[in-house]
């Protein structure tokens, strides 16, 4: 009879054993597929910039004999690259923040000052629904679209003669370029930079906005003093978008500067010429280029990437 009730609480141990090891076998199973899928989309995504970086450490005949996910050995490793990409791209660098820093500043300032007006402000919705409807058909306008207008606006603005004192100090006037991609941007990236934040003022607290208002506070103060020390997630996202962007195009940079030969060159305009001869393309050093004309995007995302999580989580 002890035999049997030891059987039987043999049997039944097992049985809860194997019914507690199921569930457990069947999450594993799960968390494991789940794990090796996501662990795909990683390398998906990581290989092609793998590719890139170990390239641009690669002399040109270490490109040609290997594979481009291979890492250099020996002879075949250099930094020869690196330099000189960095030393054609150096004052490309600097070309593109004086309008890149610029334009983003001033395009995310008027864009959250253009949403508070469209949402704190007294106008009545009649007037503030036309308004925005231009803002929101500005973002779909493509750059192709206003390619021959921006060039025909531009050249009957008389710019070089209105900035002929900074010509004077010695500045190249060939940086009359770089004033009109500031307004350019500042112009084609104010309706995003209003929609944005216009979004996010909608869901900032009436009652606070309100009871500033009955203590006296001006539409001004009321921004000053509320809103936009409350703002700062949403700028984050804006200065990041914003700066990409610009600091990414190449098309408005063909029509108003040209050329990479001027002394105003953005590195864009820089780069794409980059590594390119008769003889062929130098890959290795298009990869360097390519990683140091997108150091400055990674180091802004970097820097606001907290107040990015928290500006798109609201």
Known sequence: MNDDARTDGGTASATDSGASAGPLAEVDGYRVLLYLGLL??????????ESGLVTSFKTSS???????????????????????????????????????????????????????????????QRY???????????????????????????????LQDALGFLWALGINNDYTGIFELIVTHVAYGLPICTVLFRSYYKNMSEEMIEAARLDGASIRRIYRRIVLPLSGPMFAVVLIYQFTQI??????????VQTESSAAAPIVLILAGLGTSLEGQDFALRMAGAFIAALPTLAVYIAFGEEFAEGVAT
Do not use: C, H
């Not at 481009?68 to 490793?77: L, N, R, V």
């Not at 600091?247 to 108003?256: E, G, K, R, Y």
């Open 40 to 49: 795909g989309i990683l390398a998906f995504f990581m290989i092609p910039i």
């Open 62 to 124: 270490g490109v040609t004999g290997s594979l481009p996910f291979a890492p250099p050995t020996g002879s075949t490793f250099t930094l020869e690259k690196w330099r000189t990409a960095f030393d054609a791209l150096g004052r490309g660098l600097i070309n593109s923040a004086l309008y890149a820093i610029p334009a983003t500043v001033i395009s995310a300032l008027l864009g959250s000052f253009a949403a508070y007006g469209l949402t704190q402000s007294d106008w009545k």
């Open 128 to 158: 503030k629904a036309p308004v925005l409807a231009l803002f929101v058909a500005g973002i779909f306008i493509p750059y192709q679209a206003v390619l021959v207008p921006l060039s025909q606006f531009w050249s009957m603005i008389p």
């Open 247 to 256: 600091w990414n195009d190449l098309l408005f940079t063909l029509v108003l």
